[in-house]
């Protein structure tokens, strides 16, 4: 079964900190890995997308990572801010479905 | 970027009517949307995949003859739920996916969501 986890489910930070969010797949084969921030009240934006052959890719202060032998993913955000407290969401393509499947989501707050 | 509308972003109507959710992709065709519903504080619940030109495709314990989905054209899906009653108050998210692209590469992007309240 295609599964996506995500952890931890919630996480609060100082602004100006620097967090990890992780990401494991069951998906296979797989095709792409997609970041998205959903900001409360609002439809999800993407952050990153990563290809099997894609180790590490960065947008600004967010940078992921993707080891496709561990099938595994983390989310990096540099140096917080008060705007990037938002629900972080990791989505898998592939595992034979055309439908993508969707991690429960890390709900991040940052704290002045 | 790619942008998906939605419309409308917010909605209150009253038990019984039928509120119709549009979903538009602006700048790209998408043979396949999706639509979800997501509850406070939990994560996007698939409800059904929609597909230009055919019938959609519901999850289990999502009721088609409530949602209703049509696919019209490859910008357009729509949402209508039927005889509505205060517990299908939700949040509410169309996503497109971008023909430029197979069924698993093509970009995904979401609507900003429609917030319905029944009462």
């Known amino acids: 079964k295609n599964q996506v986890e995500q952890s931890p489910q919630s996480l609060i930070i100082l602004e100006g900190k620097n967090c990890t969010l992780q990401?494991?797949?069951?998906?296979?084969?797989?095709?792409?890995l997609r970041w998205y921030k959903q900001d409360t009240g609002r439809g999800p934006v993407s952050l990153t997308i990563?290809?099997?052959?894609?180790n590490t890719k960065s947008n600004g202060r967010y940078t992921a990572t993707l080891d496709a032998d561990t099938k595994q993913s983390s989310l990096h955000i540099t140096a917080s801010q008060l705007s990037d407290s938002a629900s972080y969401i990791c989505v898998v393509s592939g595992g034979g479905s055309y439908i993508p499947t969707f991690g429960r989501g890390t709900s991040l707050i940052v704290h002045p | 970027g790619a942008v998906v509308s939605q419309h409308p972003s917010r909605v209150i109507c009253k038990s019984g009517t039928s509120v119709k959710i549009e979903c538009r992709s602006l700048d790209f065709q998408a043979t396949t949307m999706f639509w979800y519903r997501q509850f406070p504080k939990q994560s996007l619940m698939l409800m059904a995949t929609?597909?230009?030109?055919?019938?959609?495709?519901?999850e289990q314990g999502v009721e088609k003859d409530k949602f209703l989905i049509n696919h019209a054209s490859l910008t357009l899906s729509t949402l209508t739920v039927t005889s509505a009653h205060p517990e299908d108050s939700s949040f509410y998210i169309c996503?497109?996916?971008?023909?430029?692209?197979?069924?698993?590469?093509?970009?995904?992007?979401f609507g900003e969501g429609s917030r319905l309240t029944v009462l």
């Open positions: 996503s497109a996916r971008d023909n430029k692209g197979d069924s698993f590469t093509g970009e995904l992007f």
């Open positions: 990563m290809t099997f052959s894609e």
């Open positions: 929609s597909n230009e030109g055919s019938k959609a495709t519901y």
């Open positions: 990401c494991n797949y069951t998906v296979s084969p797989f095709s792409n």
